[in-house]
């Protein structure tokens, strides 16, 4: 099924959120993708490890609450790549490896509010060089 920028299967043993699996033709030209919420009611909970995989126009992203897992290797080739930002408000909300910014150079925010909280956490702090913060509206 195609939703906009993206390409998505349905998923889990109900149907009930879709998985990201890949970016349409108008997707892989943006420079900057928010991940959707959700689409038709229906949750968007994941994205593959290989949607943003060699994007070589993707500069920034916006990853919202709704997604729990970032994948290792996620970027990996997104040579352009400066901003990932997360929207979620503790580092408990979204899990992740310790090979997330293999490939690329960009960085991740964080609410500075919760910078604290992602910096000092076991997984995250993995990223603590390269995790920012930014002042939520």
Do not use: M
């Not at 290989?50 to 997104?78: A, H, M, P, W």
């Not at 964080?110 to 992602?118: I, K, M, Q, R, Y």
Request: aromatic letters at 16%; proline letters at 1%.
């Amino acid at each position: 099924r195609y939703i906009g920028d993206w390409s998505s299967d349905v998923c889990s043993s109900d149907l009930n959120y879709y998985k990201i699996t890949g970016l349409t033709e108008k997707g892989l030209l943006q420079e900057n993708l928010i991940i959707p919420y959700q689409v038709d009611g229906i949750y968007i909970n994941e994205f593959t490890n290989d949607v943003f995989s060699y994007n070589r126009r993707l500069k920034k992203i916006t990853i919202q609450e709704n997604i729990r897992r970032i994948y290792d290797n996620s970027f990996y080739g997104c040579e352009v790549l400066e901003r990932i930002y997360l929207l979620h408000d503790t580092p408990s909300s979204i899990s992740v490896g310790f090979n997330l910014l293999v490939g690329t150079s960009g960085n991740i925010y964080v609410d500075n509010n919760a910078l604290a909280g992602f910096i000092n956490d076991y997984f995250w702090g993995a990223y603590q060089e390269r995790i920012c913060g930014y002042e939520k509206s």
